[in-house]
């Protein structure tokens, strides 16, 4: 998370469910729909958490019907095997002086946050899911952050494009500190499916894999 001098930060935030009787690894007790900052100083529980539901986001049916009869290799078996994978959550900016936060909407994903660099390098806009329908726009030189599109008289953030670029660094850097400490997790909590587990997160967060 980074601070701009107007006190926006921004996050990105994973939507999690409960963990009640997860069992497959160690993860902290969570409640469904929240959401989970990632970074680089998260816990091994948070990080097993955070891992548990990225690998959920993706837990289908594979289309021959056959999982793998192990109960990790099945839990993992659609993160390792489709080609598209999804990370439920995006980008929070909130506004600590005024107290407005801009959430991803529902079916936003984390795997497009490279969507925000539209924002900055033209004078479009961007939706980030619905229900909430959050919108970002590019106006000149200003970015304007709608809660909700949908609404009339709807709460924003506007602050400089020159901020929000500096904002969007500050996040990339806390992805790629959690897929890092995700690798290092891996190795000792997935074993033989590790590699191919930190290769498949680094897909569903739009990030190299690690070294």
């Known amino acids: 998370m980074r601070d701009t001098p107007w006190v926006i ?3 990105p935030v994973l939507e999690v469910r409960a963990t009640n009787g997860f069992a497959l690894w160690p993860v902290a007790e969570t409640e469904s729909f929240g959401y989970m900052p990632l970074n680089g100083e998260l816990t091994p529980l948070e990080v097993g958490t955070a891992v548990m539901n990225i690998v959920a986001c993706n837990d289908l049916d594979p289309a021959d019907g056959v999982r793998p009869a192990d109960p990790l290799g099945s839990f993992l078996h659609g993160l390792l095997m489709l080609d598209t994978l999804f990370a439920a959550g995006g980008f929070r900016v909130t506004d600590s002086s005024t ?3 801009f959430m991803p909407g529902c079916c936003n994903g984390l795997e497009d946050w490279r969507e925000w660099h539209q ?5 479009g806009q961007v939706g980030f899911g619905h ?3 959050p919108l970002a726009e590019r106006h000149g030189d200003v970015v304007r952050l709608t809660v909700d599109a949908e ?3 709807c709460p924003v953030i506007e602050l400089p494009a020159a901020d929000l670029r500096q904002l969007l660094a500050g996040a990339e850097h806390d992805l790629a500190g959690f897929l890092a400490l995700a690798a290092a997790w891996a190795e000792k909590n997935l074993h033989r499916h590790a590699v191919a587990t930190v290769a498949a997160l680094a897909r569903a967060l739009d990030l190299p894999t690690p070294p």
């Open 151 to 153: 609404q009339s008289a």
């Open 9 to 11: 930060t921004m996050q």
């Open 131 to 133: 229900d909430p329908d």
């Open 99 to 101: 107290g407005v936060v």
């Open 119 to 123: 924002v900055i390098e033209g004078d």
